[in-house]
């Protein structure tokens, strides 16, 4: 577990640790449907007050699209795809279709090729839907250090070549990625003033080139109190946010606390 602990930042310690016991708890069970990993998963996040990966919106769906989290723990970090790999395929067979896709548009094929090829996997072009949890795969290889932060922005610009009808996909999960790393730096004090915060938000606008449509603070805040527990004094100092949320955020918030 040290190993694995080591590859990414100390801020994401305990959700490494959470997703380790569950897939351990899930082996030692033999047999376990997609379903059950995602209510084990929901219920281990729930004891440990720990948050799903995610942006402002809390979709129903959000602990199956969570499962990346164990798919990348176990594959590149426990060799569970090698070890057991009828367990693996059986409960992660939506991710392993998803990097076969992400393999292809990755690769040195033409854009004509990879978009023949994708569109096989998914039986068309991909949906927004699974757009969005293929490159959530990517995002968390980097996040828990498994990735270069290159390969997620270098996938950013292969699926809007091949795919341009999957171009406002793709910048929607920019502008959650950049909210989410600045979001991470205040977390781990790397961001402690606003100026800090704008400097930063505009150098990673020219690595991902969103143009206009990058997070405001409020969607930073979200993630930072909502997945790294972020103190509101701390966010106040940092981030420009006179009116905390809204009925809009109240309502999502009651729907998380009923959810979780």
């Known amino acids: 577990m040290n190993q694995i602990l080591e590859k990414g930042k100390k801020v994401y310690r305990k959700k490494v640790s959470v997703a380790i016991d569950v897939l351990s708890e899930a082996l030692e069970r033999g047999e376990i449907s997609r379903e059950e990993m995602a209510e084990l998963l929901r219920k281990k996040y729930r004891e440990n007050k720990i948050s799903p990966f995610r942006g402002i ?22 060799g569970v795809m090698y070890d057991y790999p009828e367990f693996f395929e059986s409960v992660f067979s939506k991710e392993m279709e998803y990097e076969r896709a992400i393999e292809v548009l990755s690769s040195d094929a033409s854009d004509e090729e990879k978009r023949k090829i994708v569109s096989g996997i998914f039986g068309g072009i991909p949906s927004s839907n699974d757009v969005a949890r293929m490159l959530r795969i990517a995002f968390t290889k980097v996040i828990f250090g498994f990735a270069e932060e290159k390969e997620l922005l270098d996938l950013f610009s292969a699926i809007k070549r091949a795919l341009p009808e ?4 793709v910048s929607n999960f920019a502008r ?11 977390t781990i004090g790397e961001i402690k003033s606003r ?10 606008n020219l690595s991902v ?4 449509n990058m997070p405001d603070d409020k969607y930073i805040y979200v993630i930072a109190r909502k997945v790294f527990k972020v103190p509101e004094e701390i966010l ?5 946010v006179k009116e905390r949320g809204g009925k809009g955020e109240e309502r999502n918030e009651a729907h998380e606390e009923d959810s979780e």
């Open 195 to 204: 100026v800090e915060k704008e400097a930063t938000k505009q150098a990673m």
């Open 236 to 240: 106040e100092r940092v981030l420009s």
């Open 57 to 78: 919106a809390l979709p129903s769906d959000i602990y199956d699209k969570e499962l990346a989290t164990l798919y990348v723990i176990g594959k590149y970090g426990m």
């Open 166 to 169: 999957c171009e406002k996909d």
């Open 209 to 212: 080139n969103l143009g206009m």
């Open 176 to 186: 959650f990625y950049i909210g989410f790393k600045i979001a991470e730096k205040i």
